[in-house]
């Protein structure tokens, strides 16, 4: 069976600086060769910390812009050949700063509305469906002739997914959706999402860099780091035994609320290397507490290592290889 | 005697919209070489709080009330020349943006530089090696080079690190940090956080932390005040206040907070509704329009803080004391 979005060694890279005639004299490379699919109604999370490139592949995947090596796949028909009313369409983005993503000169009806006149709907035909959005993700009856200044961060992210769900799309991206908001807020959110994607039957690709988040509402995980996926699985086996060392020291670095639940932590030394000048081979081996000179070499390939599991480091796959 | 001692802080904004009152009565105690902890969510009046300590806010339109009593002097009666030899000297603050609190055009050396020769008395050959040290002390690898550089040139964790040591080179006595790590990614948390708990041991200062972070409390503090709409509305050892919170609101806020180990359905807890409007005057208990279990009762009176437990105060009609054998 097709997966409704498929991800084919995506690589998006940025022209930054320029020469006194105009030539470029260095790129990034944000995102090298990543691919995932995502089936129908299931949620993928991007984890990763800022700069990894995960928002980068959630924009290609929206269409916001091109990517400059590989293909985005709905359906098995790729971004390139689809019209952007059509991909759009199906494909809608929730941003994470409610305030900024919102126009602050349109009442939240006409916010909500824009995507489905964009498309074509008639007027009456719009106005019922602003009004079921509306009751959809719990906002107050009169919202729809106030605006976004009148509402706090919460409501705002909800009139932000009442804007995305409008032209019932079938892949929805949350980028940091509910990074922006308080605890108790935080949680509404969350669930009204969850709710939304049972009722919806919709598929989501979070991109969050709160692991704690991602494991309550995420079915599988890739983790990002400096630029491509290190390592990919569901939830259960991602979280409860990671392999890759980023994964494990990411994971170990999420605070315990809880007393006496004190994990080992693996407190990472050193910073995120600039995407400028890449470490050769592995990236992650400048701060890797397993690192062996032999990781300088080449960029490791993700190998399976089990049923939809896949790590991108030798040296753990050929220890855990050894253990079997 | 305590080190900080705030005695019914008020801190009132005057506003088109009327009188914001963000500090209601909060009173709290630092003790030497404690981290304290002072938790809620936006507007709770967590950060006015720490504002109105080191007298930051535009006295035009801020007015704080009360007494802040630093080694038993009130900062509210000094004049503004006296408040500045406080700031840097004896309190330390750090705030949660690196970028927007560092001077973009001086160097980071020059930065740390002026701090110490603003406030110490110390000959002008010895201020770079003051400056130096505190680089090191603070984890800058290759601090010397480090000196010559912009703050642009850092990344987020090493900004952080450079406000750490801006706060500290003076060897202030009391270090507030309002969201330190916030802006950082989890990783880095984790190395500012070991960095605190470093300095902490080794020069005996004590930290208010003030924070959403119900995580960053857990690990980094010794003692916790919970603000909700203005007002202390908890306070405990941190051990204690995570393990047994009294305060609805309290309650709820650790179960609302998602945690490693869930099972994927995307369920947590929420607290429904929202913060009261703290420009209208509030009758019985703030935080009763969103709480399962409030009464008339709690609707009409306001709580007071009661004891509980032995350390453990809260402002709720409905905990019970704990009664003692």
Redesign the interface.
Known sequence: MTPLLSVRGLSKEYEVGRSLFGKTTKTVKAVQDVSFDIAKGETLSLVGESGCGKSTVGRAIAGLHAATVGEVLLDGRSIADTPSAGWHSRVQVVFQDPFSSLNPRMRVRDIIAEPLTNFGSTRAKTEARVKELIDLVRLPRDAGDRFPHEFSGGQRQRIGIARALAPKPELVICDEAVSALDVSVKAQIVNLLADLRAELGLALLFISHDLAIVDHITDRVAVMYLGRIVEIGTRDDLFGAPVHPYTRALLSAVPVVDPGQRRDRIVLQGELPSPLSPPSGCAFRTRCPLAEPGCAGNVPALTDVGPGRQVACPVVTRTTADVN | MSLLDVRNLQTHFRTRGGVNRAVEGVSFHVDAGETLAIVG??GCGKSVTSMSIMRLLPENAARSAGEILLNGRNLLDLSEAQMRDVRGNEIGMIFQEPMTSLNPVLTVGAQVKETVALHQSIPSADVHDRALRMLELVGIPDAARRMTEYPHQL????RQRIMIALALVCQPKLLIADEPTTAL???????I??LLRDIQREQGTSIILIT????????ATDRTVVMYAGRKIEEAPT?TL??APRHPYTQ???A?????????????????G?VPDMRKPMTGCAFANRCAQATDFCRAHAPALERKAPGHIAACHLAEPEILA
């Open positions: 969510e936006s990344s987020g964790g090493m990614d989890v990783t880095i948390q984790a190395q956080l070991e959403h972070d119900l995580g960053v409390v857990a690990e051990a995570l393990a709820g806020l650790l609302a907070v998602p945690r490693l180990g869930g099972d994927g359905s995307g369920r947590l807890a929420e607290i429904p929202q």
